[in-house]
């Protein structure tokens, strides 16, 4: 959060939504960070915590797994926060997340403009950054503890269960749904778009049929719900 607000200090707007680390990289002088899993004779082994400060204690400790910025195959960022990409509503060619929005250009698939700070209504009660859900990550071997590193919340949703696992805790033997009061005692930390950080319950957060925690997704500070 400190680097995230010396960047935008800096360059007046907030990092892209898919690349975000690597924009944040100059400040934080630390590389992200390799795989944290391999594979030894067809199945996933878990070689340790060596993510630095890309990497919440919290997530090491129940063994989440970490995937670096190879966005060919769809991998983005994949490390133990999420970044608020999209705000409560998908719609590429509106602002309503601190990702920016896109604009397209005949020739090619388009250009994202960053969110500028000024664009945010209430920073105070603008989400940025929090612990990131987890999703399974269906290797050939078996799923793995992997977090969803851009905060969509549209996409957040679409995996299918996240809403079971995160609201109400279940399955309850899901080792998913197991694995998030390991991490903070069952809550989420979340960083505000001025700065500050707050210990959340995750119906405060992720309970987007209400407008009070809807609107601290959108920049412009509407539910849209």
């Not at 990497?55 to 999420?82: E, K, T």
Request: overall charge negative; hydrophobic content about 35%; charged content about 15%.
């Amino acid at each position: 959060m400190i680097a995230l607000s010396l960047y935008t200090q800096q360059e007046g707007a907030f990092p892209d939504g898919f690349f975000f680390s690597q924009e944040l990289q100059p400040i934080l002088k630390v590389s992200w960070p390799d795989d944290n899993y391999t594979n030894v004779n067809g199945s996933l082994v878990y070689l340790g915590t060596r993510q630095s400060v890309y990497a919440c204690p919290g997530y090491n400790r129940v063994r989440g797994q970490f995937h670096p910025n190879r966005y060919d195959n769809g991998w983005i960022s994949r490390g133990s926060y999420g970044y608020n990409t999209g705000g409560a509503t998908h719609n590429d060619n509106s602002v309503v997340g601190l990702g920016g929005h896109v604009v397209q250009q005949q020739g090619n698939p388009g250009v994202i403009v960053a969110t500028r700070e000024n664009q945010v209504v209430c920073p105070s009660d603008m989400i940025a950054m929090t612990d990131a859900p987890f999703y399974y990550q269906n290797w050939s071997e078996g799923p793995t503890k992997a977090p969803g590193g851009l905060f969509d919340l549209s996409a957040i949703w679409s995996f299918g269960g996240l809403i079971n696992e995160v609201l109400f805790g279940l399955p309850a033997d899901d080792p998913f749904v197991q694995a998030i009061p390991r991490r903070h005692a069952g809550m989420w930390n979340v960083g505000f778009a001025e700065g500050h950080v707050e210990s959340l319950k995750g119906n405060r957060l992720f309970d987007i049929s209400k407008s009070e925690n809807a609107q601290r997704w959108n920049i412009d500070h509407m539910p849209h719900n």
